[in-house]
């Protein structure tokens, strides 16, 4: 396994180019499977998620050609239905093959994905919504085992907003017969990404982006050419690695529409940010101020900053109230910020966080993916030596970020243990 060894104290200075955006990636290797042919995606990061889902789209049949961050996708020769615990065990957005196998076989086996260390994060709507459209669903062994002689359109409100399952549904509804509506849907950008590349595949699809999006099922899709979308959550960690070490970052490659409520909180708490060309220049002071946020569905303060944010706060000049009303148990990585020094009160779904001159290294251990990111955050501005251990969640959804960082100046590299 890898550790990450950092040296704090180093000011970032320089240029970064901001990868594809792994949750814009997800669905749309997804999408891949509703149509046969060539399908050519460009920006795909390389991180072990994206590797997971390839994984899983292979075990089906599917055919991948990968040359560097351009992906030839071909599904002509679906030999399979399911997707083993193995594989979605260690990661629950597998459960984004279920709405295009069932759209394309007319049926799926899928292991249930378990919990994860942020929340039991079921799929209950996601569900809800198949049945709705004329799918039998069934518990079988830790499986869903999902089939349908045909996928109808149906009306479907979500009792919560749910990303994946947006997108899970929205793919389901393509090729249905009729009108699907989806009311309360999620607005993120990774949905919308997903909504274009489906709309050249031949999809009728309007209101994604808002929270009413409706599908009018088409006969036929053709494979695309399409490049995703930046990640905004990587985007906003060199936000933020630059305002908790005080250097100055270009960062480019950022789409800057898709992070406004970061860029005010982080606005908020005494950096500087400018908007140049296609990206941003971030400019870290001495004087962070603390700021009170909370996390919502897009276009909110997004759930996956939260950790990264908390990390800013506990060497702001005063106190910060941070809220997750996302997920249940988002906190985890605080007992390892406090092992660096932060003084942090848990109660309930609220971090209480009062600010203090410094952080002082020690060896933490990251939790999960957006905990790991908060912890090298911290690392960077920490005196003296940190050592992050089980980074393999860093690289569930960051590519190379120790390897951009060094390159921005900070004291960073990986050792096996
Ligand atoms: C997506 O997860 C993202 N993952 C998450 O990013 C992100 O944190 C989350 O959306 C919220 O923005 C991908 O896109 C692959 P949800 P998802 O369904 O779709 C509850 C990261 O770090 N819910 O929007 O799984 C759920 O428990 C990851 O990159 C139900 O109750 O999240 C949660 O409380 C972490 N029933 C809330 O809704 C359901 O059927 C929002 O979850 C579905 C969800």
């Known amino acids: 396994m890898d550790k990450i060894i950092i040296e704090g104290g180093v000011p970032l200075e320089g240029e970064v180019t901001i990868s594809g955006a792994k949750n814009a990636a997800l669905p749309v290797l997804s999408a891949c499977l509703l149509t046969g042919g060539w399908h050519t995606l460009d920006n795909i990061p390389n991180v072990k998620d994206v590797r997971t889902i390839e994984e899983i789209l292979s075990n089906l ?35 984004l093959v279920l709405g295009p196998l069932l759209s394309r076989l007319g049926k799926a086996r899928i292991s249930l994905p378990g919990g994860c260390a942020i929340g039991a994060r079921p799929i209950d709507l996601h569900l809800k919504g198949l049945s709705s459209m004329g799918v039998d669903i069934n518990l079988e062994h830790g499986d869903v085992v999902a089939s349908t002689d045909k996928l109808r359109g149906a009306n479907i409100f979500f009792d919560i907003s749910t990303v994946t399952g947006t997108e899970n549904l929205m793919m389901a509804a393509v090729k249905a017969e009729g ?23 031949g999809a009728r699809i309007q209101g ?8 009018i099922g088409v006969k036929e899709l053709y494979p695309v050419r399409y490049a995703i979308i930046p990640d905004r959550i990587e985007a906003g960690t060199f936000l933020t690695a630059a305002a908790i070490t005080k250097g100055k970052v270009n960062i480019k490659g950022c789409n800057v529409d898709h992070m406004e409520a970061v860029i005010e909180k982080l606005l908020d708490s005494g950096m500087e940010i400018e908007k140049r060309g296609e990206g941003l220049v971030a400019i870290g ?12 569905p897009f276009p909110g303060f997004p759930t996956d900053m939260q950790a990264q944010f908390t990390a800013l706060m506990c060497i ?45 290294g020690a060896q933490v251990m990251a939790t999960d993916l957006r905990a790991s990111a908060s912890l090298v955050l911290a690392g960077l501005a920490a005196k003296g030596q940190t050592e992050i251990s089980r980074v393999y969640h860093l690289d569930r959804g960051y590519q190379d970020l120790d390897l951009k960082l060094s390159l921005l100046g900070s004291k960073i590299w990986r050792e096996k243990y």
């Open 179 to 201: 009108k699907t509506t989806l009311h309360n849907a999620a607005e993120e950008p990774e949905v919308v990404d997903l909504a274009r590349m489906l709309s050249q595949m």
């Open 316 to 360: 702001a000049n005063g106190w910060s109230m941070i809220r997750e009303t996302v997920f249940e148990n988002r906190f985890m990585y605080v007992g390892e910020l406090k092992r660096m020094g932060a003084d942090i009160e848990i109660n309930g779904s609220q971090a209480l966080v009062k600010g203090k001159r410094n952080l002082s």
């Open 208 to 215: 994604a982006g808002t929270d009413t999006i409706t599908i």
């Open 285 to 296: 002071h001495d004087k962070i101020k603390g700021v009170d946020t909370k996390t919502m």
């Open 61 to 95: 049949g599917v055919v991948l050609e990968e040359n560097g961050q351009t992906l030839k996708v071909n599904s002509d020769n679906l030999n399979s239905y399911s997707a083993p615990y193995k594989l979605v065990k260690t990661m629950r957005a597998s459960i």
